[in-house]
């Protein structure tokens, strides 16, 4: 369901004149804020992930 609400999202935004107007979307939840380009997805998809331990290699840091 919440892929219809992205792509309708996406249908619905006019297509960028220039390049550089494209901005980069969470492939989660279509976030266009706080996007982390090694991933592809926001800072609170990533986060989610990151404490269920489905990102390999990354953990919660404390010092």
Same mark, same amino acid.
């Given at each position: 369901? =919440?892929q !219809? *609400?992205? &792509?309708a999202?996406?249908?619905?935004a %006019?297509?960028p004149? *220039? &390049?550089?107007?494209?901005?980069n979307r $969470?492939? /989660? +939840?279509g976030r %266009?804020?706080a996007? /982390?380009r !090694? *991933?592809?997805? +926001?800072?609170l $998809?990533f986060?989610g /992930?990151?404490l269920r331990? =489905?990102?390999p290699g990354v953990?919660? &840091? &404390?010092?």
């Amino acid at each position: 369901m =919440e892929q !219809k *609400f992205r &792509s309708a999202r996406e249908k619905k935004a %006019p297509a960028p004149k *220039f &390049s550089t107007r494209r901005h980069n979307r $969470c492939k /989660l +939840c279509g976030r %266009p804020r706080a996007y /982390l380009r !090694k *991933f592809g997805i +926001c800072r609170l $998809c990533f986060r989610g /992930l990151a404490l269920r331990g =489905e990102i390999p290699g990354v953990s919660k &840091s &404390s010092w």
